[in-house]
């Protein structure tokens, strides 16, 4: 069974920072047997993605209302996946989660139903 534990979140005023993190745990397997995504969902919202890379590190993909501000990477030797967030406005608060998907069960994906492994959650809160 995969864990997958995240970090980092917290209040920041619009403009500012953040990186979340998110370990995983792999008993019996490897780590970049999976690729990794991050979704968010906010108050009354359904959850929606954010951002995927794949089991090497290689490719990515980032929602439209991300692109040029947020940063997915990951270190297959630390079994983390980060997401550095850049320039954030109110309407990026949310609850944010880690997922991860078996790379076997084909290319890289963005649906919330592809991905077997959920994170508990981190809380980020973007003032205005």
């Known amino acids: 069974q995969v864990q997958l534990v995240e970090s980092g979140g917290g209040l920041v005023q619009a403009g500012g920072s953040l990186r979340l993190s998110c370990v995983a745990s792999v008993p019996g397997r490897t780590f970049t047997n999976y690729d990794m995504g991050w979704f968010r969902q906010a108050p009354g919202k359904e959850r929606e993605f954010v951002t995927a890379?794949?089991?090497?590190?290689?490719?990515?993909n980032y929602a439209d209302s991300v692109k040029g501000r947020f940063t997915i990477s990951r270190d297959n030797a630390k079994n983390t996946v980060y997401l550095q967030m850049n320039n954030l406005k109110p309407e990026d608060t949310a609850v944010y989660y880690c997922?991860?998907?078996?790379?076997?069960?084909?290319?890289?994906?963005?649906?919330?139903?592809?991905?077997?492994?959920w994170g508990q959650g981190t809380q980020v809160t973007v003032s205005s």
């Open positions: 890379i794949n089991w090497s590190g290689r490719n990515t």
């Open positions: 997922a991860a998907r078996s790379m076997f069960m084909g290319p890289m994906s963005s649906r919330e139903i592809d991905y077997q492994y």
